[in-house]
């Protein structure tokens, strides 16, 4: 069986508003419904874990009744980082689970295509981490002064889910790191040694971040029924 985290205990401070960004509704639904929803359907997926801050609990308990979804295992209370909400998350993963897939709550627009994808790689590599390419021209900027303008073609923005074989989940979560300031899991997997696979996924699994990404959601949600 396969298990997904769902963390969303962060405050959203780039964004600004006094509700939580994951808990703003666009198209009728708030943004970690979508996100929640998305798995549900998932045939690959059997359970689902949504971390969110203590305060958030009783809230969040009554908007998963609310939509009827079948598979959210536990609501575990997140902490002061990412890295320790997901934590938190994977003390509630099912004995079962043999992949492990960790996903942003900010993140409303992913597929399943994409979750079948990074669960096979995780398969059969150990880790994966779904990417898109960079569209723009990317500059390194040194005291207000271009240095230079870096070859693109090998980057990769690195979206979630990203995807673990439960053994290396495992050596992720008992390594000293994962309290660390690292901003994916991937990047915990990489800093050990583990190989992680490149899963090129859909671009448009943007992660609500400022105001104005709504505008981007809303639209793409509407026009995808
Ligand atoms: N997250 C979390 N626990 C934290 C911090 C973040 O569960 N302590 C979650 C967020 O809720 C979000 C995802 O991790 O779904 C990606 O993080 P990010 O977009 O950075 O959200 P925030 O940390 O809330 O926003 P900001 O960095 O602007 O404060
Ligand atoms: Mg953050």
Do not use: W
């Given at each position: ?12 401070s780039r964004?600004?508003s ?14 970690v419904?979508h ?37 959210v ?5 997140g902490?002061?980082?990412r ?15 043999q992949?492990?897939l960790?996903?942003d ?5 992913l ?12 398969k059969?590599k ?12 990317i ?23 990203q995807?673990?074989r ?6 992720m ?11 994916d ?7 050990l ?6 899963v090129e ?8 971040t ?7 959601v809303?639209a ?6």
């Amino acid at each position: 069986m396969n298990a997904a985290i769902i963390v969303a205990a962060g405050t959203g401070s780039r964004f600004g508003s006094d509700v939580p960004k994951q808990f703003l509704e666009v198209a009728g639904r708030p943004i970690v419904v979508h996100a929640i929803s998305t798995f549900e359907r998932a045939t690959s997926i059997d359970s689902v874990i949504v971390v969110v801050s203590e305060d958030r609990v009783g809230y969040a308990t009554d908007l998963l009744s609310k939509n009827n979804f079948t598979k959210v295992t536990a609501v575990a209370v997140g902490g002061d980082t990412r890295a320790l909400s997901v934590r938190s998350g994977a003390g509630q993963l099912p004995e079962e689970a043999q992949i492990v897939l960790i996903h942003d709550g900010a993140r409303p627009l992913l597929n399943i295509g994409d979750i079948d994808a990074v669960i096979n790689a995780a398969k059969s590599k150990g880790a994966a981490c779904l990417v898109a390419p960079v569209t723009e021209t990317i500059k390194r900027v040194e005291n207000g002064i271009v240095d230079a303008t870096v070859d693109r073609s090998p980057l990769r923005r690195a979206l979630t889910p990203q995807a673990f074989r439960r053994d290396v989940f495992e050596a992720m979560m008992e390594s000293g790191d994962s309290g660390l300031a690292t901003t994916d899991e991937c990047m915990l997997a990489e800093r050990l040694g583990f190989e992680v696979a490149a899963v090129e996924g859909d671009s448009a699994n943007i992660k609500v971040t400022h105001p104005h990404d709504l505008l981007t959601v809303e639209a793409f949600l509407r026009s995808n029924g």
